[in-house]
């Protein structure tokens, strides 16, 4: 008997919950069930994120979580739960199956069977944000090297316990040259030792582009934390419904289940919202728990109840479907079901003992780190990028100003008119002769600032690192 953690959520997460519930203990799920209560109620409490500290003992002991959607309040402190649950338990990989079920369900896209495989940790979910002056905000991509070797990994490894050809890599490097160039980077490294995958890469724009028009070019696609959230909702919609998709989320010690999709307030409490997603959730559970013939008995049931058109009100179609049926009317045809195979869909044969083991990360070798400078963002209401760096020529010391930039766009030397400029500049101060900055080069310039009255606001330092530039070059420079 294993025991799972289980939280019914808010909106509609109470209704397909107790629908999922039922039809895996209907069909003999070996599940001791430990309900706890997140979300909606739990912010008010005082948790800022959602989880009081009962679910979280609750969690970290059962090491399995089967979760319905929540709500999270908009803006005043409160942070995205999903998020929490994601970085505070190391659930590194994000695995969205998303695969068409025509004609039984309404899709342009007959052939596709795509899984995403997201990065859940790192990237601008990292959450880390600023406001630095009155017009501008700053969020921070973090992008590291365990995250990106484990993920694309994990993608890999996807591909060759499922039998699936290929793994695509979705990153916007020509833009994001050093975070997303990483995540590039790891995956040609990784690709080289699954030779009989094979292994392409994507510009994020285009990818999309051809995901959304021509999915069935894909079969496992890899990806960073925000691609890979706006990825999977689009490729779960063109399979036929967000509403069918489930999803896991994967770590080294702890798992959570749940749907894709959120909350859905406004038709809360009104028995019509469809349970496929956070089944086929648990359907992922189940074989993450070695309960793989209860998944197959579940699944297909569910293919057999979709195939003979027993649709709720999402997927209805006229001339496809044939019954229109509530949350819980759904629920009972699958259970009346248990034990069918469907005669037109594929049925499902789940492996006993699939299971992903990867690596413990390896750190190689430090790298020759050398200080070659420091941009230093300034809070300044002027509009004369040449008047600035008058004033702040006066810091110059081994480390002089090379550069000004306004939101990336280069604008002093030889900057251009045209350049709309916010209140929010980054100069950078780079050594002029090669050799490293002093290691008082920084403190001495911020002294100096406060002396000229220079509103600084952030700095950044500048590495090499093994003679490679570690920094990004302003726009137009």
Known sequence: MQKVTVAKGDGI??????CTLDILNAAGAKIDWEEVEIGEKAYPAGNSSGIPE?????????????????????????????????KALGLFANIR??????????TKHPKMDVVIIRENEEDLYAGIEHQQTQEVIQCLKLISRPGCEKIIRYAFEYAKLYNRKKVSCFVKDNIMKHTDGLFHQVFLEIAEEYPDIEADSWIIDIGAARLADSPEMFEVVVTSN?????????????????GLAGSANVGESCAMFEAIHGSAPPIAGKNVANPSGLLRASIMMLNHIGQQEIAQKIKNAWSCAIEEGIH????????????????TEFGEAIISRLGLSPKKLPSVQYQVGLKIDLPKYKRVPSPAKVLKGVDVFVDWKGSDPDSLAEKLQKLNSDIALSMITNRGVKVWPNGFDETFCTDHWRCRYE????????????????QQALKENVDVIKTENLYEFDGTRGYSLGLGQ
């Open 54 to 86: 009962l679910a979280w003992e609750s969690i970290r002991k059962n090491k399995v979580f089967l979760k319905a959607p929540i709500t999270t309040p908009q803006g005043g402190g409160y942070k995205s739960l999903n998020v929490t649950l994601r």
């Open 13 to 18: 997460g109470p209704e397909i919950m107790n």
């Open 97 to 106: 199956p998303c695969k068409s079920f025509y004609p039984y369900v309404n």
């Open 226 to 242: 925000l691609y890979g959230d706006v990825l999977s909702d689009i490729a779960a919609q063109i399979s036929g419904s967000v």
């Open 431 to 446: 050594v002029s002769n090669g050799k490293p900055a002093e290691n008082a080069s920084i403190p001495n310039l911020l």
């Open 312 to 327: 709720t009100e999402d997927i209805f179609k006229e001339g496809i479907s044939t019954k229109l049926v509530s949350t």
